[in-house]
């Protein structure tokens, strides 16, 4: 069964931090292309960072760059994302989404981060 679960969201303070999780199962992220995407109430989701197949590179929206740092951890078949200097506009749900070519992407359900004083 493949499967994609988001964690690590919550409430956190403007300029506060928090770390991610995107744990995959039923396949090996190692191979796939690792995104984060957003979706604030009433936008369109959009795409936050991602890391390629093997650490092959990274990419970060320009809202974004220098704030997140996204990272993997293949024994643990993990993807992170490192938020810092969170601000409130970074509020939305956070998806992961795996992707590999040729093949139907997988998206996990989202995780809920509220940046609020």
């Known amino acids: 069964q493949v499967q994609l679960v988001e964690s690590g969201g919550g409430l956190v303070q403007p300029g506060g931090s928090l770390r991610l999780s995107c744990a995959a199962s039923?396949?090996?992220?190692?191979?796939?292309?690792i995104g984060w995407f957003r979706q604030a109430p009433g936008k369109e989701l959009e795409g936050v960072s991602c890391?390629?197949?093997?650490?092959?590179?990274?990419n970060a929206a320009d809202s974004v760059k220098g704030r997140f740092i996204i990272s993997r951890d293949n024994a643990k078949n993990t993807v992170y994302l490192q938020m810092n200097s969170l601000k409130p506009e970074d509020t939305a749900v956070y998806y992961c989404?795996?992707?590999?070519?040729?093949?139907?992407?997988?998206w996990g359900q989202g995780t809920q981060v509220t940046v609020s004083s």
């Open positions: 890391i390629g197949s093997s650490s092959s590179g990274t």
């Open positions: 039923g396949f090996t992220s190692e191979y796939y292309a």
């Open positions: 989404n795996a992707h590999k070519s040729l093949q139907p992407d997988y």
